[in-house]
């Protein structure tokens, strides 16, 4: 099963965005803990690519959901035509710092890297794709 | 997102239903703004909370830094897949859990 969903990447479209990855896993076997983290991983990068690919304009981006067979699981990919960005490039957050030394920001693709089973960006054709997998726990 | 607040002098406890995320963590920003200054302790109830993204996270931590200074914080009921998120992010050792 593929599902894609092209919307204007805006911060208002997020119920949008996650409720149609949640149609799309509610419907494979996905169980609710995986689910929360495809949701988090995917507002990160959808807001990611709203607040940055085209700003101060609008466009738009592709959201791609495929299930994998062997292991079982989902590939999300966002294509957007905005300005070149891999945001894998982001050095990652110290997260053994305090309160005080931390720094406000950057925690989302961290994230998104810490709870993803395989995470790849490439520009293509003039667009940004990331693409991101994730196993559902047998 | 649902915010409730209780105060009590200098003490307030919030306890919010449903999810912090990019559209509604602005919400919870806006409501402390007024309220935080004149706090000695902050406590934040997660059990009816369902979902956090880095959005949320963030303003936790500001929260975090403006209590360091003046009080204390603490979060309680937070339910496994948001003790996770913290676990991941080092936000365990960063804020009070309970």
């Known amino acids: ?138 | 997102m649902e915010i409730n607040k209780t105060q009590d002098g200098s003490k307030l406890n919030i306890s919010l239903v449903g999810r912090l995320d990019t559209t509604t963590a602005p919400e919870l920003e806006s409501s402390l703004k007024d309220d935080i200054a004149n706090l000695t302790e902050l406590i934040f109830d997660f059990s009816a909370l369902e979902y956090i993204s880095s959005a949320g996270l963030r303003v936790l931590l500001s929260s975090q830094k403006t209590m360091n200074k003046q009080g204390s914080m603490k979060i309680t009921n937070v339910n496994e897949t948001i003790r996770d998120i913290f676990d991941v992010t080092g936000f365990s050792d960063i804020l009070t859990i309970e």
């Open chain 1, 1 to 138: 099963m593929t599902k894609k969903l092209t919307i204007t990447a805006e911060v208002e479209k997020l119920d949008e965005v996650l409720g149609f990855l949640d149609s799309f896993l509610e419907e494979s076997n996905c169980d609710i803990k995986t689910q929360m983290q495809l949701d988090v991983a995917l507002e990160e990068m959808f807001v990611n690519v709203a607040h940055y690919a085209y700003a101060p304009e609008k466009g738009d981006v592709c959201i791609e959901v495929e299930n994998t067979t062997d292991p079982e699981g989902v590939i999300v990919t966002l294509t957007d035509s905005g300005i070149p960005y891999d945001p894998l490039a982001k050095e990652d957050p110290d997260v053994t710092l305090s309160a005080a030394d931390r720094q406000i920001g950057g925690l989302g693709i961290f994230m998104v890297k810490k709870s993803m089973d395989e995470v790849f960006y490439e520009r293509k054709d003039g667009k940004n794709i990331f693409r991101m997998r994730k196993n559902f726990i047998s």
